[in-house]
Each structure stands twice: as structure tokens, then as C-alpha cells.
């Protein structure tokens, strides 16, 4: 995964790799928890605050993604299926 279009390199929008496409994820669900997996997944220590993006680029690969907090990679998380969605693109 890593973050792009940021200002810097702790923020930006999130992206992740698969089928070897950077894609984008989608949920208008996403909280803390998905957060702080997603943070640690990107090798930080956590997250402190989280905003969403108006949209992404590329395929939507995750959608749904309900993160625990003690997952190691956002795929650990549970989520639609990837490249499965009900984003509006």
C-alpha cells in the first residue's frame, strides 16, 4: 500500500497493489481501526486522524474494509471482495 498526492509523506490518499495496478480504496465506512491498520501496514507506529478523499484513481480494489485494529495488512481486514464495489464510479 502507500499514500499518494500528499503533502508530505504521512499523508495523502490511500492506494493499494494488486494484479500489479495501484488502485484506490472506497468506503464510506472507514473509522479508526481501518485506520491504525492501514498506518501500521505503511510501517508507522499508528495514526492519529484520518480524512477522506473525494476520489481515487485507477481500479477500486477495496470496498467495505472493517478492520479489528490488530491486523497486520489491510487484506487481513474484512472487505467486499477485491475489486468488488458499490462505490458510484
Same mark, same amino acid.
Given at each position: ?11 495523502? !490518499? ?5 494484479? +500489479? ?5 472506497? #468506503? =464510506? ?6 485506520? *491504525? ?11 492519529? !486522524? ?5 476520489? +481515487? ?5 477495496? #470496498? =467495505? ?6 491486523? *497486520? ?17
Amino acid at each position: 500500500i502507500r499514500l499518494a498526492e500528499g503533502a508530505d509523506y504521512r499523508t495523502g !490518499r490511500l492506494e493499494v497493489f494488486i494484479n +500489479g495496478q495501484w488502485g484506490t480504496v472506497c #468506503d =464510506d465506512l472507514w473509522d479508526m481501526q481501518d485506520t *491504525q491498520v492501514a498506518c501500521k501496514h505503511l510501517g508507522f507506529l499508528g495514526a492519529i !486522524r484520518y480524512y477522506r478523499h473525494a476520489s +481515487g484513481r485507477g481500479p477500486v480494489w477495496l #470496498d =467495505d474494509v472493517t478492520c479489528k485494529g490488530s491486523e *497486520q495488512s489491510l487484506l487481513e481486514c474484512s472487505h467486499r471482495g477485491i475489486g468488488s464495489h458499490n462505490c458510484g464510479r
